[in-house]
C-alpha cells in the first residue's frame, strides 16, 4: 500500500513570524493525520518552520533546489544548504517555475539528481496547460515531461509525482475526479512501461490542481491519486488539515 501524501506549497507568501503562526495553528490539527503531512515554504522561512515543527508529524520541504553542488549562481540554493538545514522534501519543475523562470525537463532532471544525490526527496511536477489540453496534446506532454525529467535516474524509493494540470492552479477549476485518475493512471502506465513494474506499482503520485476540502475525500478515493501538492489551502490551517483528515 502506498502511504498517502500531503504536501502544501506555500509558494511566495508568509514571513517568519507568519510561517509560525500558521504551524503552530496546524499541529495539533493534524497531530492524528493517517497521511504524510509536508510544509513546503519559502527559503526565509525554514529555519522556522524546522524549529516550529519539532515534535509533530509535519515533514519540512522547500521549494525549489539548485542543479549545482555550489558555484556562480547567484540567487540559487544547493541541496547541501537544504540538508543541512533540515529539509526533506523539495518540489522540483512546479509550472510556476516553469512558466516564470526557464525550467525545462532539461533543468529539472539536473536538479532531481542533486535532489537524491543529497538524500532529500523530490516531488517532481509534471501538467500540461489549458492548450495543450484542448489540443488533445496532454499525453505527448507528460511523456516527454517524464522521459526527459527523469532521464536516467534509477533510484525512486524517495520520488513523488505531482500531477499538476496548469489550467486547473489558481482557478479555481479542477479536473473531475475520474479524469485525473484517469490522467494519473497514464503517467503510472508510463512509469512501468520506463523504469519497471515494481516502480510504478511503488511511486506516489499526486494531485496538484485545486484540490480543496469540498474535493478531496472524491479525489483521494481514486485508485491512483496518492495524495495533493495544495497551494492556496495549504495557507489556512483548518482548510489544510480539512484535506490532510479527509475521511476514506
Known amino acids: 500500500m502506498r502511504k498517502p ?47 516550529a515543527i519539532e515534535g509533530s508529524k509535519i515533514k519540512l520541504g522547500a521549494e525549489n533546489v539548485a542543479w549545482a553542488d555550489s558555484g556562480a549562481f547567484t540567487g540559487e540554493i544547493s541541496a547541501a544548504m537544504l540538508k543541512e538545514i533540515g529539509v526533506e522534501y523539495v518540489i522540483i519543475g512546479h509550472s510556476e517555475r516553469r512558466q516564470y523562470f526557464g525550467e525545462t525537463d532539461e533543468t529539472v532532471n539536473m536538479r532531481l539528481k542533486q535532489a537524491l544525490k543529497n538524500d532529500l526527496k523530490p516531488i517532481v511536477c509534471v501538467g500540461e496547460t489549458l492548450t495543450e489540453r484542448e489540443k488533445n496534446k496532454t499525453k505527448k506532454v507528460l511523456k516527454k515531461q517524464i522521459l526527459e525529467g527523469f532521464k536516467d535516474v534509477t533510484e525512486f524509493d524517495n520520488v513523488v509525482i505531482a500531477y499538476e494540470p496548469v489550467w486547473a492552479i489558481g482557478t479555481g477549476k479542477t479536473a473531475t475526479a475520474e479524469d485525473a485518475n484517469k490522467t494519473i493512471g497514464y503517467i503510472r502506465s508510463l512509469i512501468r512501461k520506463t523504469f519497471g513494474a515494481e516502480v510504478a506499482k511503488n511511486l506516489r503520485i499526486q494531485y496538484g490542481g485545486s484540490m480543496k476540502p469540498s474535493n478531496a475525500k472524491e479525489l483521494m478515493a481514486m485508485r491512483n491519486i496518492d495524495g495533493g501538492l495544495i497551494g492556496g489551502a495549504a495557507l489556512k490551517a483548518e482548510d489544510f488539515a480539512a484535506i490532510v483528515n479527509y475521511k476514506g
Open 5 to 51: 501524501i500531503i504536501a502544501g506549497n506555500w509558494k511566495m507568501n508568509k514571513t517568519a513570524a507568519e510561517a509560525e503562526a500558521l504551524i503552530n495553528e496546524l499541529k495539533p490539527l493534524v497531530k492524528k493525520s493517517k497521511p504524510e503531512v509536508v510544509i513546503c515554504v519559502p527559503y526565509t522561512d525554514l529555519w522556522i518552520a524546522k524549529k
